[in-house]
């Protein structure tokens, strides 16, 4: 089966990863940003495919999407699905 999405995402990882920021930088951009631990404290993680992952949030259980950056990893812009 053929991802859809696959060249959309490949183009956006490889962008994210060629400008790698720090976490102070990200928060300016796109508001609140979590490292791992914090993401899985807040967040069950249901699958992925670089560079978002599907999550449901424990506070709320609402299911949506986080985007990340591999290094240093941090999450941002939860979107609600």
């Avoid at 967040?43 to 985007?67: E, M, Y």
Wanted: hydrophobic share 35%; glycine share 6%.
């Amino acid at each position: 089966m053929q991802d859809a999405t696959e060249n959309i995402r490949r183009v956006a990882q490889a962008r994210i990863n060629a400008h790698r920021e720090e976490r102070d930088a990200l928060e300016a951009k796109h508001g609140q940003v979590w490292d791992t631990v914090e993401m899985q404290r807040d967040f069950s993680v249901s699958g992925f495919g670089a560079p978002l992952i599907v999550v449901t949030r424990k506070a709320d259980n609402t299911k949506g999407s986080l985007c990340f950056q591999h290094s240093p990893r941090f999450y941002w812009g939860f979107q609600a699905h």
